[in-house]
Nanobody, 120 residues
């Protein structure tokens, strides 16, 4: 079993910045992909950013050039730096990880979510 703890959400003015982090703990041998998703009220969940174990990244079209995803495998942590935030970035943000356990099984896990609100 793996537990994810997210932090860093909050209220920020348009044009401002926020950083999110998500720490994974538990039965972890290695982590493959680490991702951030978001869901705004009345909208479908969407991929914000994804980072593979080899460092390859992928970003949603709406955040390219403004958000940066990174990871620290030594701390089982994924980060999301969000710059030039816009009101339409307001949403609940969730981290998602694909974990290989010490018994070599593969499972995916979701964080509890952290709210980001961009408003003046």
């Amino acid at each position: 079993q793996v537990n994810l703890v997210e932090s860093g959400g909050g209220l920020v003015q348009p044009g401002g910045s926020l950083g999110l982090s998500c720490v994974a703990s538990g039965d972890i041998a290695s982590i493959n992909e680490m991702s951030w998703y978001r869901r705004a009220p009345g909208k479908a969940r969407e991929l914000v950013a994804d980072i593979r174990r080899d460092g390859r990244t992928k970003y949603g079209d709406l955040v390219k050039g403004r958000f940066t995803i990174s990871r620290d495998d030594g701390k089982n942590t994924v980060f999301l730096q969000m710059n030039n935030l816009k009101p339409e970035d307001s949403a609940e943000y969730y981290c998602y990880v694909g974990v290989i356990s010490t018994t070599r099984s593969f499972d995916v896990y979701w964080g509890q979510g952290t709210q980001v609100t961009v408003s003046s």
